[in-house]
């Protein structure tokens, strides 16, 4: 069993910055890559950024890119999510997800594509 604990969102004006962090448990971090996704209530759970399983890759929602950096630190068993720019539409909550296969080689936004994820953190921003 994998525990994915996220961190760090709160409450924010436009035009500011959040970073969440996600540390998870067990020895085989390193060999998966990494998603966030966001919700909002009566919404599917959307994809906003995945990093690969070395943390040399990484892939965007068209929402994010250029404001949104993802990046892992295998030692720490933690990956982060720097949010810059933020926007009102970015309010959701945001979870932190492990993939469900090893070293994958290809990019999922699929929520079904990752096996384990984290409790969530509110992230809202205000106008």
């Known amino acids: 069993q994998v525990l994915l604990v996220e961190s760090g969102g709160g409450l924010v004006q436009a035009g500011g910055s959040l970073r969440l962090s996600c540390v998870a448990s067990?020895?085989?971090?390193?060999?998966?890559?990494m998603g966030w996704f966001r919700q909002v209530p009566g919404k599917a759970r959307e994809f906003a950024a995945a990093i690969s399983w070395s943390g040399s890759s990484t892939y965007y929602a068209d929402s994010v890119k250029g404001r949104f950096t993802i990046s892992k630190d295998n030692a720490k068993n933690t990956v982060y999510l720097e949010m810059n720019s933020l926007k009102p539409e970015d309010t959701a909550v945001y979870y932190c997800?492990?993939?469900?296969?090893?070293?994958?080689?290809?990019?999922?936004?699929?929520?079904?594509?990752?096996?384990?994820w984290g409790q969530g953190t509110q992230v809202t921003v205000s106008s």
């Open positions: 067990g020895r085989t971090f390193s060999n998966y890559a």
């Open positions: 997800a492990r993939r469900l296969i090893p070293y994958s080689s290809s990019w999922s936004v699929a929520p079904s594509a990752y096996e384990y």
